[in-house]
Nanobody
Framework: QVQLVESGGGLVQAGGSLRLSCAAS????????MGWFRQAPGKEREFVATVSWSGDNIYYADRVKGRFTIGVNNAVNTVWLQMDSLKPEDTAVYSC???????????????????WGQGTQVTVSS
């Protein structure tokens, strides 16, 4: 089991930036790929980005490509998400997730991930 705790959410004006962090503990050696997802009120959970602990397998959703950057800090078992040029439509609860199921499921599919954090609210005002 992997425990995940997100931080860094908040309220920001459109065009601003936020940096989210996800601290992982427990059986982190059992995971290879970490992901960020988001869910807005009344909408389904949406893929945002993935990265592996080795720093590869970096993928972004088209909606955030060029504005968001994902990375890892292996020294402290942390995955971060730098969000720039934020838009009101980026408003959502952002959650990080630790992969643990067969890679054939696909890294952008929530079903691939076995552990989830509690989420952190990001609100972008217009």
């Amino acid at each position: 089991q992997v425990q995940l705790v997100e931080s860094g959410g908040g309220l920001v004006q459109a065009g601003g930036s936020l940096r989210l962090s996800c601290a992982a503990s427990g059986r982190t050696f059992s995971t290879r790929v970490m992901g960020w997802f988001r869910q807005a009120p009344g909408k389904e959970r949406e893929f945002v980005a993935t990265v592996s602990w080795s720093g590869d397998n970096i993928y972004y959703a088209d909606r955030v490509k060029g504005r968001f950057t994902i990375g890892v800090n292996n020294a402290v078992n942390t995955v971060w998400l730098q969000m720039d040029s934020l838009k009101p439509e980026d408003t959502a609860v952002y959650s990080c997730a630790a992969g643990g199921r067969p890679a054939s499921i696909g890294y952008s599919n929530p079903a691939y991930y076995a552990s989830w954090g509690q989420g952190t609210q990001v609100t972008v005002s217009s």
